[in-house]
T-cell receptor, first 117, second 110 residues
């Protein structure tokens, strides 16, 4: 299967700082990537859809100015959590969509654990 | 929004078949049923998907009822490494987003 990586795998930061998380599709090009957030013992919640070369589409209730998404290339999307606060501590997961003919699949990254002190 | 209903938890003895049910009574004609699983603190892993026919791969089998309102994921010989949360998702084939429901936490018991 295709490989999606995330960096860093975990990060600890102070309240008020910004944190950037990278999502890369390693062996395929992805025009569309997705960002999810998962709190302990809860399911994945879709935050936004990242489109290469255009603005991201955010789900209802997700602050676009707080969670900045950039999809500058076909293999890289970044999520920046600006002015992070303890309530932003969560597990952030990306996925990348690979399209082949009439079929598309999504491959998930391993996740990034963010802890805001 | 998630359009599936799954039991919150299940246990299965190691070596036995694990049968995980999913209800999707409002599924549309062009929506597929996907199954993913998430082992603790990892990203979701694709298992299988299907439209209306039963499907089988090296990991599992997917049985979809004739009216397509429910399905069952079968792990034929569960191992301890199959302990995970299993998510059933419905989505159109060329659709974008996956909306995850609450999933079923499967515990395989030695």
């Amino acid at each position: 299967g295709a490989v999606v990586s995330q960096h860093p795998s975990w990060v600890i930061c102070k309240s008020g700082t910004s944190v950037k998380i990278e999502c890369r599709s390693l062996d395929f090009q992805a025009t569309t990537m997705f960002w999810y957030r998962q709190f302990p013992k809860q399911s994945l919640m879709l935050m936004a859809t990242s489109n290469e070369g255009s603005k991201a589409t955010y789900e209802q209730g997700v602050e676009k100015d707080k969670f900045l998404i950039n999809h500058a290339s076909l293999t890289l999307s970044t999520l920046t959590v600006t002015s992070a606060h303890p309530e932003d501590s969560s597990f952030y997961i990306c996925s990348a969509r690979r399209t082949s003919g009439s079929y598309n699949e999504q491959f998930f990254g391993p996740g990034t654990r963010l802890t805001v002190l | 929004d998630a359009k599936t209903t799954q039991p919150p938890s299940m246990d299965c003895a190691e070596g036995r078949a694990a049968n995980l049910p999913c209800n999707h009574s409002t599924i549309s004609g062009n929506e597929y049923v996907y199954w993913y699983r998430q082992i603790h603190s990892q990203g979701p892993q694709y298992i299988i998907h299907g439209l209306k026919n039963n499907e089988t791969n090296e990991m599992a089998s997917l049985i979809i009822t004739e009216d397509r309102k429910s399905s069952t994921l079968i792990l034929p010989h569960a191992t301890l490494r199959d302990t995970a949360v299993y998510y059933c998702i419905v989505r159109v084939m060329r659709g974008n987003q996956f909306y995850f429901g609450t999933g079923t936490s499967l515990t395989v018991i030695p």
